[in-house]
């Protein structure tokens, strides 16, 4: 074509090649996947939970931060607490440039099985169709989504340690910032993002963990949990576990429901069913001994034969973490201490889990092996700080998480 529109056609196709969401070339589209579950790898994801109340006509501007590049992105709402159905009228994804505006070029729709308006029934998932495009490692992506009539319970993640952005009306088409004019520290119904990698071979690994997988203690808003370390390492190793998704609840416990439900309760839906997982990555069970409710070491152990017999079944393969030190918090006590000390011979010894990281070794004092290194402290003895998140990041074999069964 020549003339001015050829002009204005070849103007708009430098622009969109120039944003990191470039479209990929034309082809059929596959057919809609079911809504449970989508093809691809996982990129980010974080574990749903009960929120407040949803509001009507509520404008949500979501910062997610990639870990695993690919193509056609898609991204998963949740309503997975509601107690109604949810429908969600308008959803766009684009790359942040600053704050809560978007790199120019890079906003476009989402559809839900062909159509713009999508309702999730109460206690479901649904994933959006993938978005022609690439979406690369290390990128902040932001994803905007319109409620018009939500109402009761809300789902979503409480501590996102990253500054999100809400409104009112519907401004999700929009690229500019400024009517985003309120800011939320949590994630609202969107629990997961997957892309389809260059390398077909590209897998991913699920953090099952509570607050230190979390990442409380470490900086807002600086991707500095632990996960995060870990996904940068894999990506400058070219590893073939790619994705990282981080499915830490603060609070969260592997045998009871409390902050969040327990991990039994929640593993189908936060980890297995997550596209391109390959590893299982268990770090958890200090809230079960804090509570002081009575569990025992045997109850422990019964609750991580039960996780590791379920992501067998599942074909997938778990590397269980020790459960670190905590002396010197309020909750800490000589019994409790000698029932982590119990539990954590098991993992190091039972030979029931395809790898074992011993986080205890990479946290504990050289002079107290019930107390954190002081260099590693968040300050209240059971968190690690930004140098003890990268330090467990950096106690993990990358080669532990290339396994399959």
Not at 73 to 98: C, H, I, M, Q
Not at 175 to 187: F, I, K, Y
Request: charged share 25%; glycine share 10%.
């Amino acid at each position: 074509m020549t003339g001015r529109s050829g002009r204005v056609r070849r103007v708009a196709a430098v622009l969109l090649t120039a944003v990191v969401c470039q479209p990929a070339p034309a082809r059929a589209a596959p057919p809609p996947a079911p809504a449970e579950r989508a093809s691809g790898v996982v990129t980010w994801a974080a574990s749903a939970d009960r929120m407040g109340e949803g509001t009507a006509g509520e404008d949500y501007r979501l910062i997610v931060h990639t870990s695993v590049g690919g193509d056609d992105p898609r991204v998963r709402l949740s309503n997975a607490f509601g107690e109604r159905p949810l429908t969600v009228d308008s959803v766009y994804a684009g790359v942040r440039s600053k704050g809560a505006a978007l790199r120019p070029g890079s906003n476009r729709r989402l559809t839900f099985a062909g159509v713009r308006t999508v309702t999730v029934p109460a206690g479901a998932t649904a994933w959006s169709d993938p978005l022609p495009g690439r979406l690369h490692a290390g990128t902040d992506l932001v994803v905007s989504l319109h409620t018009p009539a939500a109402a009761g319970p809300a789902t979503g993640h409480w501590l996102a340690l990253q500054t999100s952005y809400t409104g009112r009306g519907d401004h999700t088409a929009e690229e500019r910032g400024t009517d985003w004019t309120r800011t939320t520290r949590s994630w609202w119904y969107l629990d997961a993002v997957s892309v389809r990698p260059s390398q077909a071979a590209t897998g991913a690994v699920v953090a099952l963990g509570d607050s230190l997988t979390d990442g409380r203690r470490s900086t807002m808003d600086r991707n500095r949990r632990w996960p995060d370390y870990l996904a940068r390492r894999l990506n400058t190793a070219h590893a073939a576990v790619r994705g990282v998704a981080d499915e830490g609840i603060s609070g969260n416990r592997v045998l009871a429901d409390g902050l969040g439900q327990s991990a039994l309760h929640r593993l189908n839906r936060d980890v297995l069913s997550l596209p391109g997982v390959r590893t299982v990555f268990l770090f958890e069970g200090v809230n079960d001994l804090k509570a002081h409710t009575g569990v025992t070491a045997k109850n422990l152990i019964a609750g991580y034969r039960k996780i590791a017999e379920r992501v067998h079944t599942a074909g997938k393969c778990v590397v269980a973490a020790t459960i670190g030190p905590f002396e010197g918090g309020p909750e800490w006590d000589p019994a409790t201490e000698a029932v982590r000390r119990r539990v954590n011979r098991f993992i190091r010894t039972s030979g029931e889990f395809d790898a074992v990281t011993d986080f205890d070794r990479a946290l504990r004092s050289p002079h107290d092996s019930a107390r954190l290194r002081p260099v590693l402290d968040g300050g209240d003895h059971l968190h690690p700080d930004d140098r003890g998140m990268r330090a467990l990041a950096d106690a993990v074999d990358l080669r532990s998480l290339d396994c399959t069964r």
